[in-house]
């Protein structure tokens, strides 16, 4: 029963070490993230054009929300006759074509709404809008997340100035209105997150971005596959794999309301897990690759570790180790381990910012679990996810 507490320990030393090494390796460069950020605030003070842009908006049964995005993107400080809004409605029973139809009216902005007869699934219907749209730059967006007035004018700026740029992402603000388990650990997965996306910036590019806005040059992605993987990590790997550098860019904010219950952020977080993995697995040649880089052979390893290694062996070997301590004879070891429980309790409920990124930790360590085991899945179709 030792060798197997052993064994369940030197897993878990495992994922701390790799963990270790993306703080030194990517997180800790402080002068490169330095560098970075002066880099694209000098390249918006110098753009003075700013190209025609097509929007992208993916909805269904999104008749309650679709008219409030649209008269954001009509508020945009961006020249609204260089928009053009394509609407996808994928087979909505609820009438949210006819409101986007209205709505696009309404607000005078230059769109149309490309309606699915049957029902497709995100990245088939993102490939259909793909080959509609007639400007070079392609900015795709939720229906349900709101854009700051300046985040579309601030990324095409990157996007446009910044060298070997081929795409760019912004920051997302959670919006909720109870603290909760599920904002409380949304919040802290949210600092860490922006800083993993901005510190892989300065060193290549940012994996996987934000879904709920992209800009990117439209040439370097005429399509994502159809049936597996989430949009934003298609797009991201298709742009790298161009020779070309993803962006994470913070002052370019999207507000995005997020699940206040952890069932619902369960729902949420699993799907985008197991998208988010499929890519992971389908582009397994970018592993160590030299040719994409430091992505190749820095960022995407470590991440991959991180997302498709890892969380197995953190909870098989906190299991190994738990019960090979239980089942020992050696009484030391079980109130050592007794005594750790108390220890973590102690730091989750007094240690405020330490104990909330430990629960964030292991709760998107389940999630990644859980995509991972549910992976073989297609991903065709998305659910509606509870929040206000």
Aim: proline share 3%; glycine share 6%; net charge positive.
């Amino acid at each position: 029963m030792l060798l197997l507490a052993i064994l369940g320990l030197f897993m878990v030393l495992f994922v701390f070490t790799v963990y270790l090494l993306y703080f030194i390796l990517i997180y800790r460069r402080h002068g490169n993230v330095f560098n970075y950020l002066r880099a694209i605030e000098t390249t918006q003070k110098f753009v003075a054009f700013l190209p025609s842009t097509s929007v992208i908006i993916n909805t269904y049964n999104e008749a309650k929300i679709i008219r409030r995005k649209i008269e954001n993107i009509s508020r945009l400080n961006y020249p609204q006759e260089k928009l053009e809004v394509l609407v996808i409605d994928d087979c909505s029973s609820d009438g949210t074509g006819d409101v986007a139809e209205k709505a696009l009216t309404d607000f005078k902005i230059n769109g149309k709404v490309l309606r699915n007869a049957l029902r497709l699934g995100l990245n088939k219907s993102m490939n259909s809008a793909f080959s509609s749209v007639s400007n070079d730059v392609v900015c795709v967006t939720d229906s349900d997340a709101l854009l700051d007035e300046n985040a579309l004018k601030i990324a095409v700026a990157v996007l446009q100035s910044f060298e070997g740029a081929g795409g760019v992402t912004g920051k997302i603000v959670p919006v909720y209105s109870v603290s909760d388990v599920a904002t409380v650990s949304e919040d802290s997965y949210r600092f860490y997150y922006d800083n993993c996306m901005l510190s892989e910036s300065s060193l290549h590019s940012a994996f996987p971005g934000n879904g709920p806005f992209l800009v990117f040059n439209k040439w370097l992605v005429s399509s994502i596959p159809a049936d597996y993987g989430s949009t934003d990590a298609n797009i991201a790997m298709k742009i790298v794999k161009s020779g070309r550098r993803f962006l994470y860019v913070p002052e370019a904010l999207i507000y995005e309301p997020v699940p206040e219950k952890i069932s619902q952020q369960r729902l949420q977080k699993v799907r985008r897990a197991r998208r988010l993995i499929q890519v992971f697995l389908h582009n397994i040649d970018v592993l160590g690759n030299k040719r994409f880089g430091k992505f190749g052979t820095i960022i995407f390893p470590l991440k991959f570790l991180m997302h498709v290694i890892c969380p197995p062996l953190v909870f098989l070997g906190l299991a190994f180790v738990f019960l090979g301590v239980a089942l020992s004879e050696v009484l030391a070891l079980k109130l050592g381990l007794l005594l750790f429980f108390f220890l973590m309790l102690g730091i989750v409920l007094f240690c405020k910012r330490v104990g909330r990124f430990l629960v964030s930790f292991i709760l998107h360590q389940a999630y990644l679990l859980m995509g991972f085991l549910l992976s073989y899945k297609k991903s065709v179709y998305w659910k509606i996810i509870d929040r206000r």
